[in-house]
């Protein structure tokens, strides 16, 4: 059981370049996402997902993109990079159902545009 | 649009001393609300609150829920210098959860 496993850890990237974020989860969790992080600043939502085949937009989707073709993988595309998108990235996941459940983490994703 | 705020955003407190960390949220379509320690990598996990008026405590840290008035406390007693960190509270909904911004709360020794 791995948990969820984030890659890159880091990554720098030119103006315009483009890339794919790796989020996948052993767990058979329902529900994954995608946040960023800013120096000083909490985490914000930018995508996230409810299954396979379902995502929807958070706080700050803009220049992102997502998709869910299975229940394990959730990745995250930045289509043409900005240094805006400079950040550090949480892929998470946990189940839906039920009263509440506890959210994990990926370790994170440091990114630089440059 | 749903928030969830924190309060105060920045704590500065010495050894010893006891914080109260504040969390509030608006939406009602509500599961559970967590709370998250973040030092310099991912959160990692402190609470979970499902229910009003039922407190949770691990060592030092306790943490309760009320879902009258939408809100959730976290309490540290005789803080150390390891508690220094970004607190994050986080509202589970039913399809979705929502972040606060969190409290930095730096422990002087």
């Known amino acids: 059981n791995a948990g969820v496993t984030q890659t890159p850890k880091f990554q720098v990237l030119k103006t315009g370049q483009s890339m794919t974020l790796q989020c996948a989860q052993d767990m058979n969790h329902e529900y994954m996402s995608w946040y960023r992080q800013d120096p000083g600043m909490g985490l914000r939502l930018i995508h996230y997902s409810v299954g396979a085949g379902i995502t929807d937009q958070g706080e700050v989707p803009n220049g992102y993109n997502v998709s869910r073709s299975t229940t394990e993988d959730f990745p995250l595309r930045l289509l043409s990079a900005a240094p805006s998108q400079t950040s550090v990235y949480f892929c998470a996941s946990s189940y839906i159902r039920g009263p509440g459940n506890t959210i994990y983490f990926g370790e994170g994703s440091w990114l630089t545009v440059v | 649009e749903d928030k969830v705020v924190q309060s105060p955003l920045s704590l500065v407190v010495h050894e010893g001393d006891t914080v109260t960390l504040n969390c509030s949220y608006e939406?009602?379509?509500?599961?559970?609300l967590l709370w998250y320690k973040q030092e310099k990598k991912a959160p990692t996990f402190l609470f979970m609150l499902t229910s009003s008026g039922i407190e949770k405590k691990s060592g030092r840290l306790s943490s309760i829920l009320d879902k009258k008035e939408l809100f959730s406390i976290l309490n540290i007693t005789a803080t150390q210098t390891g508690d220094s960190a970004v607190y994050l509270c986080?509202?589970?909904?039913?399809?979705?959860?929502?972040f606060g911004a969190g409290t930095r709360l730096t422990v002087k020794p």
């Open positions: 939406v009602t379509n509500f599961r559970s």
């Open positions: 986080v509202r589970v909904g039913n399809n979705d959860m929502r």
